[in-house]
């Protein structure tokens, strides 16, 4: 994060914001300033939710291919960009075309965005956890142990976060 603040500066790169840490109570603010978003992660980010978050305030997404979430709610060149973060120039290209997006292009981007990721909801999420759920207690070879077994059988579907 700093090395890249540093080289914008150096560079005089004008029009990008790099911002640390964005409390979950401001970031309706953060994306309603935002053109658009890039998640550059490297080594296998699980999913990256800050691009649902994203797309649900009708943002394009530049999203590294070692990111969960990049095959799933990225539609190349419709709602946004994946790139290599192996390959700088991937980047530079994605962005490059980020900053080319005119107002229609915008405002289809959004609606595209808003679209897929309606798919990706917690109710999508809990019910196929619930689903994953059912067909691991199903298995015969699943479970280390007994007890395995029988809390699953209690398991309700509840789930009340500590």
């Known amino acids: 994060h700093d090395r890249l603040v540093e080289q914008a500066r150096v560079l005089g ?31 296998g980010e699980t999913w990256g939710l800050v691009i649902n978050e994203a797309m649900a305030s009708g943002l394009p997404v530049l999203v590294s291919t070692e990111c969960g979430c990049a095959a799933s709610l990225v539609d190349p060149g419709v709602n946004g960009w994946t790139f290599s973060p192996h390959v700088p120039r991937e980047l530079t290209q994605a962005m490059e075309r980020l900053a080319g997006i005119y107002e229609g292009a915008a405002t289809n981007i959004a609606e595209r965005s ?33 007890i395995d077994r029988l809390l699953l059988k209690m398991w309700k579907g509840r789930f009340r976060p500590t």
């Not at 840490?21 to 053109?35: H, L, M, S």
């Not at 019910?127 to 207690?137: E, H, K, P, T």
Request: charged content about 15%; hydrophobic content about 50%; overall charge positive.
């Open 114 to 146: 808003r679209e897929i990721v309606r798919h990706w909801s917690i109710d999508h999420f809990a019910q196929s956890a619930c689903s994953a759920i059912g067909v691991a207690a199903k298995g015969k070879h699943g479970f280390a142990a007994p």
């Open 13 to 43: 790169v004008a029009g990008i914001r790099f911002l640390p840490f964005v409390k979950p109570e401001e970031a309706a603010i953060a994306y309603a300033n935002a053109g658009g978003v890039v998640l550059a992660s490297f080594y």
